[in-house]
């Protein structure tokens, strides 16, 4: 049997070097793939709209996992936040289909103030991400989070859209990080009364009490106001500034009116207040008596 040439033995060997790289390319293409699929789902379409999830760097631990649900709508479009305003449809989500979950909690970005024909609505356009703190039910072990979301997009009209998306969570890295940490840093920060100096009262007692609302205010800045009601069968109006308030301070003032039927208007309640000056937001519970 002849002896293999100088030339045939460069070959093979170039040959081999061919295919060891083409399978390292291959390798690569295929971590890139994983690695995308790891940290987002697809998008899931609708009218005008779509959703997505997404994963945060999670380490393990007994923490909750970060995710976020991603909601994209075309220009001139928008969606609601937990609370519409004078019209509109707040989001549901249905996680019941997921895999060793425990809970899994919606948190919402300051809305913006929509002024149009049918009133004042609380929402977001472009784009949003809400994120999620999500509890696994065993520890140390992934969760597969499956979500289906009911939610409206409106321009001049509002449509129902629905989107389904499913993401496995674990501890891994992700890219992520960055938009899920600036949409956490729009989540109104829980304080108390007196870290905004805020105060409720009613300055009339009828069948729609008239409140006011006084809070610290820095000069300059613009500052809004939302309430809710203690369920989310409650629809107040949104809260309109006032004129005259001292320096430093600002006030608000709304009816109670959208109560749900059979609650005594003139009973004491528990709202919630969330407050934006700018890019800062705070929530806070207060009794009104």
């Not at 809710?228 to 006032?242: D, N, R, Y």
Request: hydrophobic residues 40%; glycine residues 10%.
């Amino acid at each position: 049997m002849p002896l293999p040439t100088k030339a045939s033995v460069m070959a093979n060997i170039h040959r081999s070097l061919r295919i060891a790289l083409a399978a390292c390319g291959i390798a690569v293409l295929s971590g890139a793939t994983v690695h995308a699929a790891a940290d987002e789902s697809p998008w899931s379409e609708d009218i005008r709209s779509a959703i997505r999830l997404l994963a945060g760097t999670n380490r393990g631990g007994n923490g909750p996992l970060r995710a976020g649900i991603e909601i994209k709508m075309e220009p001139g479009w928008k969606t609601y936040w937990r609370y519409p305003g004078d019209s509109g449809v707040p989001p549901h989500f249905d996680f019941s289909g997921s895999d060793n979950l425990k809970s899994a909690t919606v948190l919402y970005p300051a809305p913006h103030l929509f002024n149009d024909e049918t009133g004042q609505t609380l929402g977001y356009k472009d784009r949003v991400i809400l994120p999620l703190a999500v509890l696994p039910q065993q520890q140390g072990k992934p969760v597969r989070l499956r979500v289906k979301i009911d939610y409206a997009v409106c321009e001049k009209l509002c449509v129902p859209a629905e989107g389904r998306a499913e993401l496995t969570l674990a501890a891994t890295n992700s890219t992520q990080d960055l938009a899920l940490a600036a949409a956490e840093a729009r989540v109104p920060k829980q304080v108390t009364t007196a870290q905004l100096g805020l105060t409720a009262r009613r300055v009339t007692n009828g069948t729609k009490s008239l409140v006011y609302v006084d809070l610290g205010a820095p000069a300059g800045n613009p500052v809004e106001l939302f309430v809710e009601g203690p369920t989310p069968q409650w629809a107040l109006p949104i809260p309109k500034p006032m004129q005259g308030a001292p320096s430093g301070r600002a006030r608000f003032s709304f009816e109670l009116d959208g109560l749900p039927p059979g609650v005594d208007p003139k009973g004491g309640f528990d709202l919630t207040f969330t407050v934006v000056t700018g890019e800062r937001s705070a929530e806070v519970k207060t009794h009104l008596d």
